[in-house]
């Protein structure tokens, strides 16, 4: 089982940006985010296969960019203009294991 450590939420002004990091225990997998609002189903954000190749979630395109560096074994996730329905906890995953997620908290 791939652990995974996640780094890079937390609560930022509508407009804003953060950047996620999620670092494996192994490389080579496809990684990415999904993301859980209260109330909501989990969602798909970004994900992006070991040859770099990238898809998102409809209420990322054009806001997110997801990229990853396979020396570090980490995925990054570039949020930018943030608006408040971003908020939710955002989990990462590296092929079919999950992290703890980190909360992402965007003020109005």
């Known amino acids: 089982q791939v652990q995974l450590v996640e780094s890079g939420g937390g609560l930022v002004q509508a407009g804003g940006s953060l950047r996620l990091s999620c670092t494996a225990s192994e490389s080579g997998r496809p990684m990415g985010w999904y993301r859980q609002a209260p109330g909501m189903q989990r969602e798909l954000v970004a994900g992006?296969?070991?040859?770099?190749?990238?898809n998102y979630g409809r209420s990322a395109q054009g806001r997110f960019s997801i990229s990853r560096d396979d020396a570090k074994a980490t995925a990054y996730l570039q949020m930018n203009n943030l608006k408040p329905e971003d908020t939710a906890v955002y989990y990462c995953?590296?092929?079919?294991?999950w992290g703890r997620g980190t909360r992402v908290t965007v003020s109005s």
């Open positions: 992006i296969t070991p040859r770099g190749i990238s």
């Open positions: 995953f590296a092929g079919t294991d």
